[in-house]
């Protein structure tokens, strides 16, 4: 069949290049309209309990993470003139489109009683910039005393204080939210320069901002560097610039087919796909190097380039078909699971790297087929001496100290093990951000001054209409409600709550002492004002639904980990929930984005874990299906899981945590790593079918003739993964480190442990007659005579 494959790629090369380039022209067409993804991605199944119940919130109340923080500590901001500045910032910031509404120290509301219609009319504080030092003092103390604002927008112990920015959520989930930051980010420092204040910036949506523009930018730079790196390296090794500028023209058209894949599915680029060109660059460049060092082994051999075209893909194309399968197996199976961001990444990036195959089995082949002959000197890297050398030494050591490698390998398996014991799972909703970033500064200064900006959610469902009217149920509420205030890392909660007792403290004259749920002797007359006000106050409408049935509690919090988020709902509020709650109808539920992340992660690495598990099954019924012989799939399989166990070892000594980037590692590198076992595995069974089934022979000339690409791809994917360590974010710099050294181990126990196996376990008895699915392709029959392939039909004419 290949034989017939490779006829058709050298006859048609033509056709086949100007059909590559239109596809290419039509996925870059394409590629253009390809959209970034702004919205927070929902990793929580529909299914899920969490899920349920905060669309039931969103529905009702909208979205909570739409708050974006700017906050000071600074006493000057008390001063006449710096307040007058926060005044105008307050009213500047308000006036921007996509800003909803700013709650600040110069915007703060009080509710003035109306005797005469017998309702509470709110009424700005400061009604306009304050002209005096008395004037703005008398002002200050009024909204000092406002205790419905304490610890939301002052402190009262140090004086901190922040704006709080309600923005549009559709502008947040849109490409106008990078120049909506902007401009809030330009209005601030316009305040900074003439006051001298610093101002702190906090919030989902700054934050979503500010790491989706890092990370774009980034993405840029690793696609160039990978670029870069791999280049340098294919020219060190051929020393040739055709073997450098066709590989790369390779890969730059599956760049583009990465983008117009994505597109043309629907999808949008999201974080995690975005990531798929330096890694389709990386990924894609072994196929170009195992083709050209087939090509050049040919030619050195025979000197006859039509033939060494011709067997370039009969030699190489079932096994690079095999292994770019087994590659792809490695994301495509992400796309086996719920998550919307797994399975556009799985989906992309397996449709991509086999059609990566495709373009390099046409392309490499027909180009160099309109090219020269290499000469002598692109064809040193084949004896290249420290390759060479090593290759020999593998070779002794293999032969000679086979027990010696099992029992290294077994003594670091051992050490490895129990570091993978200590690896902890836990996530972050800032993950991954260098500490001294002005991100986790800013956000220190929240966490120290106001518990955190993170939204937290209590939805309540009183079960009846207009059953949050009851005092009883209000004092259960308020009862939760100090529970939560005592809890160091959460913030004082807003809710109807707090809006009643500052109705009661406006009904006796704004009396700092009378900030307290209403007597059942008080609770007509007030709620008699109250009436009358919830029907125009914005607030109201935010905290209760037009039934009177549900209510929510707002509060900010600390980014503590998902792993001490579970502690404090498991351990202190779902206790505190259930026991003040027993005995009613009424149904409380946590929910919001802060709890949705943490949840989120959790599925996701447990969806990656099933993954890697789904990755193993596919892969060795690949291997069972290739060699159809349980002892060599075992054999084939066990190099590759002592990559990944060293690598869990390292993580738990190093204390890096599991977490959705850690965890990808695993599924990517086994499908990668599993690659140089097909290809020593096949050029093993080759050998040793012409060996007279003798396995050290077969062994040592496996080594000489697929050890050295091996080393090559090896050293493309280490030096590929590993420019991914410059990033800003922990994350991606774990990945790069972490799967460059999987890969880099793989190739050392794929070159050592799998030989070694071999030689103890294989005693080479075959049936000469019958062949596993691995020997049934041109590769087991090739006779320097026997070629069926018409040369001169495809031979390049050359002018004289």
Known sequence: MWTSISHIILKFRVILIAIIAVITGFMAFKAKDLEVSYDFAKIVPPSDSLMINYQAFKKQFGEDANLLVLGMKDSSVYELENFQNL??????????????????????????????????????????????????????????????????????????????????SEIINSDKRLRLINDIELAAEKFSEVSDIDIHYAGIPFIRSVMSAKVQKELNKFLILSGVVTALILFFFFRSFSAVFFPMIVIGVMVIWVMGTTHLLGYKMTLLTGLLPP????????????????????????????????????????????????????????????????????????????????????????????????????????????????????????????????????????????????????????????????????????????????????????????????LSVLRRVEQFEDTLTSLQDLSGPVSMVSFIKAVRSAYYNNSPSQYRLPSGREQAFIYSYLRNAESSNELVESFIDSTGQKMRVSLKMADIGSNKMDSLVEN??????????????????????????IKGNKYLIENLRQSLVLAFIIISI????????????????????????????????????????????????????????????????????????????????????????????????????????????????????????????????????????????????????????????????LADEDEEIEIKAIEVKKEN
């Open 87 to 168: 005044y105008y910032l307050t009213n500047e910031l308000e006036n921007l489109e996509g800003v909803n509404n700013v709650l600040s120290l110069a915007s703060m509301q009080i509710l003035e009683k109306n005797t005469s219609e017998r309702r509470f009319d709110p009424k700005p504080i400061f009604k306009s910039v304050p002209e005096t030092d008395e004037e703005l003092d008398s002002l200050l103390s009024v909204a000092a005393d406002q205790r419905f604002y304490t610890g939301q927008i002052i402190n009262p112990s140090n004086g901190s204080t922040v704006l709080l920015l309600s923005l549009d």
């Open 279 to 470: 890694i389709i660059v990386v990924i894609g460049v072994p196929n170009c190097i195992y083709l050209l060092n087939r090509y050049h082994q040919e030619v050195a051999n025979h000197g006859n380039q039509v033939l060494a075209l011709s067997r370039m893909i009969r030699k190489i194309g079932l096994v690079a078909l095999v292994t770019n399968f087994t590659t792809a197996v490695g994301f495509v199976v992400l796309a086996f699971n719920d998550i919307t961001i797994l399975k556009e990444f799985g989906i992309v990036a397996g449709i991509n790297i086999m059609m990566t195959y495709v373009v390099s089995i046409i392309l490499i082949p027909s180009v160099f087929s309109f090219l020269p002959a290499p000469k002598s000197r692109h064809l040193k890297h084949l004896d290249f001496k420290l390759v060479g050398k090593s290759i020999k030494i593998l070779d002794l050591l293999v032969h000679r100290h086979r027990y010696a490698v099992f029992v290294v390998t077994g003594a670091l398996l051992a050490i490895f093990i129990y570091g993978a014991t200590k690896v902890e799972s836990v996530s972050y909703m800032v993950d991954d951000i260098p500490e001294d970033s002005k991100i986790k500064k800013d956000l220190a200064f929240f966490e120290n001054n106001f518990s955190g900006v993170m939204p937290l959610e209590v939805y309540i469902d009183t079960k009846k209409e207009q059953g949050i009217r009851s």
């Open 572 to 597: 202190v509020i779902v206790p505190a929930k259930n026991e003040i709650f027993e005995g009613s109808d009424i149904d409380v539920s946590l929910t919001g984005t802060t709890l949705l992340f």
């Open 622 to 781: 690949i291997m069972a299906i290739l060699f159809a012989n349980v002892r060599m799939i075992i054999i084939s399989l066990i190099p590759n899981f002592i990559p990944l166990i060293i690598t869990a070892g390292i993580m738990g000594y190093a204390g890096i945590p599991l977490k959705p980037s850690t965890a990808l590692i695993f599924s990517i590198a086994f499908g990668i790593s599993v690659d140089d076992s097909i290809h020593f595995l096949a050029k093993y069974r080759q050998a040793l079918f012409n060996s007279n089934f003798f396995v050290p022979i077969a062994i040592s000339k496996s080594l000489k003739e697929v050890g050295q690409s091996m080393i090559y791809t090896s050293i493309v994917l280490f030096f590929g993964f590993v420019i991914f360590a410059f990033s800003e974010f922990g994350g991606t710099v774990a990945l790069g480190i972490l799967t460059s050294l999987t890969l880099l181990v793989a190739m050392i126990t794929n070159l050592v442990v799998l030989p070694a196996l071999l030689m103890v376990f294989d005693k080479g008895k075959r049936e000469k007659d019958s062949h596993p699915l691995i020997e049934q392709y041109d590769e087991f029959y």
